[in-house]
């Protein structure tokens, strides 16, 4: 990513990826991340972890425990209610927030004319069977000229803000949006694939390429051409 801008995250729960992305601008000396969560969300907005009232609680103890309050600009806060006095370019954008179809293109929406060029964008669990993550990254990252490189890493989908010479990687964007399109009617509308459905889904997952990022060949990549 570049090294101007801020690196945004939208949805923390307890904190993992928070101490992920705070440790490395720690290390680098270019932070702060700022992060961007209710701690009281519906259990819809955030699969499965709505048992608990708050995370709010677990969530400073994680970036206490590792040493990275100090990285960390901390919004409890919907991230509609951030956007609404945002005006800092992002470098990372990081959409692990509100699962459904709605709300994760309302998040991509909110925050988009705030990327620089060559800013990327990573929608977590687009390969777990959640609506908004998948078809967000297909219609608007990866059917974009907008954006330029892309990929899917574990379950995490990326792309490039290439606003100039993002057409230079259509036909990659494109091969990898004809795999991954196949997922989205197994989950349309909030639907959970059950059954011989959900063998199907797993089937054409398996084959959407998701292999861990090669650090050189992704450098490569992302530099430009
Ligand atoms: C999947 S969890 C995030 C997981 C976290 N990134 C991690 O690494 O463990 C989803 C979180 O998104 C939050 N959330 C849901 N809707 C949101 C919204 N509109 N704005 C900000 N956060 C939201 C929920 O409160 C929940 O804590």
Same mark, same amino acid.
């Given at each position: 990513?570049?090294?101007?801008?801020?690196?945004?995250?939208? *949805? =923390?729960?307890?904190?993992?990826?928070?101490?992920?992305? %705070? $440790?490395?601008?720690?290390?680098?000396?270019? !932070?702060? @991340?700022?992060?961007?969560?209710?701690?009281?969300?519906?259990?819809?907005?955030?699969?499965?972890? *709505? =048992?608990?009232?708050?995370?709010?609680?677990?969530?400073? %103890? $994680?970036?206490?425990?590792?040493?990275?309050? !100090?990285? @960390?600009?901390?919004?409890?806060?919907?991230?509609?209610?951030?956007?609404?006095?945002?005006?800092?370019?992002?470098?990372?954008?990081?959409?692990?927030?509100?699962?459904?179809?709605?709300?994760?293109?309302?998040?991509?929406?909110?925050?988009?004319?705030?990327?620089?060029?060559?800013?990327?964008?990573?929608?977590?669990?687009?390969?777990?069977?959640?609506?908004?993550?998948?078809?967000?990254?297909?219609?608007?990252?990866?059917?974009?000229?907008?954006?330029?490189?892309?990929?899917?890493?574990?379950?995490?989908?990326?792309?490039?803000?290439?606003?100039?010479?993002?057409?230079?990687?259509?036909?990659?964007?494109?091969?990898?949006?004809?795999?991954?399109?196949?997922?989205?009617?197994?989950?349309?509308?909030?639907?959970?694939?059950?059954?011989?459905?959900?063998?199907?889904?797993?089937?054409?997952?398996?084959?959407?390429?998701?292999?861990?990022?090669?650090?050189?060949?992704?450098?490569?990549?992302?530099?430009?051409?």
């Amino acid at each position: 990513m570049p090294g101007q801008g801020t690196i945004l995250e939208i *949805g =923390s729960y307890k904190g993992k990826s928070t101490v992920g992305l %705070a $440790s490395i601008v720690q290390r680098y000396g270019s !932070g702060p @991340v700022v992060a961007v969560d209710p701690h009281s969300a519906p259990a819809v907005t955030d699969f499965g972890h *709505g =048992s608990q009232q708050s995370s709010w609680d677990d969530f400073r %103890a $994680s970036l206490r425990a590792a040493g990275v309050e !100090g990285s @960390v600009e901390v919004h409890r806060a919907y991230s509609r209610d951030l956007a609404k006095g945002w005006d800092r370019p992002i470098r990372f954008l990081w959409i692990d927030g509100d699962h459904t179809y709605r709300g994760a293109k309302q998040d991509l929406e909110l925050f988009r004319r705030h990327l620089v060029p060559h800013a990327i964008v990573a929608l977590h669990d687009v390969l777990h069977a959640f609506e908004g993550p998948i078809r967000v990254f297909v219609d608007e990252l990866l059917e974009s000229d907008q954006f330029g490189p892309a990929g899917v890493c574990g379950s995490i989908g990326w792309a490039q803000y290439r606003p100039v010479d993002g057409g230079q990687w259509r036909a990659q964007r494109r091969a990898l949006a004809r795999k991954a399109t196949r997922l989205i009617p197994f989950v349309r509308d909030g639907r959970q694939p059950t059954g011989l459905a959900k063998l199907r889904y797993k089937f054409w997952r398996g084959l959407v390429p998701h292999d861990a990022v090669k650090p050189d060949e992704w450098l490569q990549m992302v530099r430009g051409a």
